[in-house]
């Protein structure tokens, strides 16, 4: 029986061996022009929420691998011009989702450059720490931007957070 069993665990790790834990492959965002690079096959879903004030359809998306959460979300607005106002609206609900009370915890905002994507408002990308609904410690990336009258977000969660993570999934954000 214990032959049997550790034969079992050993089929179960060559074989882990031969699966990589990020596995990228392009993804269009539904109804939008957006492509993505995500590191698993995604699951998709769409809800309707508030932004700002403005309840929109809320398109997603996301897939987890390598112990983190990777997303990418949009919103189409009926109104462009409180564009602005539902970016800041999205940010700021993001951050009180992770527990995350400014300035206490040091959040990062630089600017975000992707080729096709508006100039107002300006994308930004955005790093934070703070914790899950069960009180683990979390770090996220997350970059927002639009492109006419759409409103996007991608975002990568996890424990911890290096380049290996981050920089193939932010790169492979674009526009045809």
Known sequence: MFRFLWLLLASSLMLAGCNPTLNWREVRVASSTLKALLPCKPDQGSRPVELAGQPVELQMVGCEAGSALFAVSHVELKDSSRMAEVQAGWQTAMLAAMAVKEPEVVV???????????????????????????????????????????????????ERLGPELTEPFFAGLAFP
């Open 108 to 158: 990062q905002r630089t600017a975000f450059e992707l080729k096709g994507a508006a100039a107002q408002p300006s994308a930004v990308r955005l790093q934070a720490q703070g914790r899950r609904p069960d009180g683990q410690a979390v770090m996220a990336q997350a970059v927002w931007f639009s492109q006419g009258t759409h409103l996007f977000h991608a975002v990568v969660y996890a």
